[in-house]
């Protein structure tokens, strides 16, 4: 093997201490390569081909950032450069040595701190008042935020003495650079710009004293986008769902308050604040979403429902809007539909292999009643959905009665129930059953009277899926006694009783090996000593996760299928807890021991399973 005869073969360590004034020439090829070098990131061979390579896949870099049309005078730092060559990482978690790899390693070595960007963290409205767009392109800075009189702003050359020099001469502040990654500074700068802007040009031409109460302010948001401000608020609304899509967010909550209306995204179950929208641009802005789903936007006073389809990537991702008056105005939430979370196949849902011979035994029955039981948002609609999918075929009549109805799906028949107009659960279902169906979903059972048709559906011959808000499974039987159905009915329509939750899932990206204490384990109903533990792991939290450790939700679930002896027991009136032990002697693992698998492999942590399932469930 060659190695090179270049000076950088054996370059002097620059000392940089990180109080010193840092010096122009720190951020070299040279210099980076000593500090990959000092940490073991490359070998001889790959610095052999760095060398020789590293000039034309710099030029390459610089071209295809031309091309993109950022700024072409913009630094190519030679951490983007050797991430491009794509050296293998020593690191078992990372595909590759990244940029990010190189850009810890290098902070590290040259006194500097490295920062990943939490979008959901910035102060959108701040910082990008702070600079105009032109100048964070050029210098490829991003402020992230402020510290009393100092600016912390990331860069991909934190050490350009010049960009830092401007930078506090046009804000006045103090400039903390800090090293970020080039992808995220970009993306960061377009996203804190392009929603900012929208809104302030919309602002500027909708000056404050326009009464949007009125009816020619009206008429002339419901003519559209030839208002140039309208423009910009539609353009506001566009980039605001992007980013909710981008940020996995189930729901957006645009709450209005006495000066500025704030967005708040739903993420794995949490609300984060995102935006905030000036006053004056408020009520064109819930115009804009209320046209989108076709809403009466003259109606302000009574809560309004509806519902959008938006392109995004390569598919369809459907909204439900709803409107309901506050002290301020309209607030709006906006739910998102993805179909890749409400339509899976069986088989990716999360059941065991037992329960999933279990539960698709009970698809395969030609009646019946199917209950889901769990709270609002544990994923019973995803069970139900994509139990119907598995059963959807041209000869099968799927009628579904929801309120509302969550995701649009053409192999269905969806009702949607509108008490407004006398359209109930109840009376849907009495109508249904004229209509010749295979398969009826009852979004949920909550009255006696839905209960009713629910069991007749289900004695004439119809495969009947429901949900009811029980605590577990088994309290299903209990809630339908209560409801008045009479014992011997249940015992001979119910097929299968069904308990999920959603956990959060640990962060694929900072997850750790971690241990769980005794204490823990005994809330959790079990002992170390019967389980393996050597798979339990944590999220130490990162930027990917919001620093929150979790990544992504999945279910866990019991399976009971009520076989003779469980009839025999529903229809006797035996209590819940005999029941429940027959079933798991029938082999029915309960919902708090399946979500335990989910901790032993290292998917979920105990403070999750214990904050979703209480104990002993
Ligand atoms: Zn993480």
């Not at 500025?260 to 929208?277: E, F, N, Y």
């Not at 209560?482 to 009915?489: A, H, V």
């Amino acid at each position: 093997m060659r190695v090179g005869a270049r000076k950088m073969s054996n370059p002097t360590r620059p000392k940089v201490p990180a109080t010193a004034t840092r010096p122009d020439d720190v951020f070299t090829l040279a210099a980076v390569l000593v500090a990959a070098g000092e940490r073991g990131l490359l070998n001889a061979d790959e610095l052999a081909v760095l060398r020789a390579g590293y000039a034309a896949r710099r030029d390459a870099l610089a071209a295809a950032h031309r091309n993109r049309g950022e700024d072409a005078s913009a630094f190519v730092s030679p951490l983007e450069v050797i991430a491009d060559f794509r050296f293998a990482s020593r690191n078992p978690k990372r595909e590759w040595l990244d940029e990010e790899e190189l850009s810890r390693a290098f902070a590290d070595y040259a006194g500097i701190a490295f920062t990943r960007i939490d979008p959901l963290k910035l102060d959108a409205r701040t910082l990008a008042s702070i600079i105009s767009k032109p100048f964070a392109q050029k210098h490829l800075v991003v402020p992230i935020r402020l510290e009393g009189r100092r600016l912390v702003a990331a860069m991909v050359n934190p050490f350009d003495k010049h960009a830092i020099h401007n930078l506090e001469h046009a804000t006045g502040y103090a400039i903390e650079p800090v090293l970020g990654l080039r992808s995220e500074i970009l993306k960061t700068i377009n996203e804190i710009f392009a929603f900012e802007r929208s809104l302030q040009k919309a602002e500027k031409q909708r000056s404050a004293d326009v009464d949007l109460g009125n009816l020619e302010q009206l008429v002339e948001v419901t003519a559209g986008d030839a208002d140039n401000s309208d423009k910009h608020v539609v353009r506001a609304v566009d980039l605001l769902m992007q980013y909710a899509f981008d940020q996995r967010a189930s729901d957006i909550h645009i709450e209005p308050k006495r000066e500025r209306s704030i967005v708040r995204l739903r993420i794995d179950g949490r609300l984060h604040d995102t935006h905030s929208i000036p006053k004056q641009v408020y009520p064109g802005f819930v115009s804009r979403i209320k046209i989108m789903s076709r809403l009466d936007i003259a109606e302000k006073r009574r809560p309004q429902d509806g519902r959008i389809k938006i392109a995004y990537k390569d598919s369809e991702v459907e909204l439900r809007v709803s409107t309901v008056p506050v002290a301020f105005g309209e607030k709006v939430v906006i739910r998102i539909f993805d179909p890749t979370i409400l339509l899976q196949d069986i088989t990716s849902l999360g059941l065991t292999p037992e329960q999933r011979g279990s539960y698709e035994s009970l698809l395969k029955r030609p009646h019946g009643i199917i209950l889901v039981t769990g709270p609002t948002g544990s994923g019973k609609t995803t069970t139900l959905y994509s139990s119907l999918q598995c059963l959807a075929s041209p000869e099968v009549n799927i009628v579904t009665i929801e309120d509302p109805i969550e995701m649009v799906h053409e192999p269905f028949n969806q009702i949607a129930v509108q008490e407004s107009v006398g359209i109930s659960f109840a009376n849907a279902l009495r109508s249904v059953l004229r209509q010749d169906p295979d398969v009826v979903m009852v979004g949920e059972i909550r009255d006696a009277e839905t209960a009713q048709y629910a069991v007749q559906a289900a004695l004439t011959g119809h495969l009947v899926f429901s949900t009811l808000h029980t605590n577990t499974a088994v309290g299903a039987v209990t809630r339908l006694v209560d409801l008045g159905i009479e014992r011997f009915l249940i015992a001979s329509t119910v097929i299968g009783l069904v308990a999920q939750r959603l956990v959060r899932l640990i962060c694929p990206a900072c997850a750790e090996l971690s241990v769980v204490s005794e204490e823990t384990l005994a809330a959790l109903g079990v002992s170390g000593a019967e389980l393996d533990l050597s798979r339990v792991r944590r999220g130490a939290g990162c930027e990917k996760c919001r620093k929150t450790g979790y990544f992504g939700r999945a279910a866990a679930f019991e399976v009971i299928e009520v076989t003779d002896p469980i009839r025999i027991m529903i229809r006797d009136g035996a209590d819940e807890s005999e029941i429940v032990r027959t079933a798991r002697k029938n082999g029915a693992e309960p919902l708090m021991s399946n979500a335990i698998r989910k901790l032993l492999s290292g998917r979920t942590t105990a403070d999750e399973i214990l904050r979703v399932i209480p104990a002993a469930w």
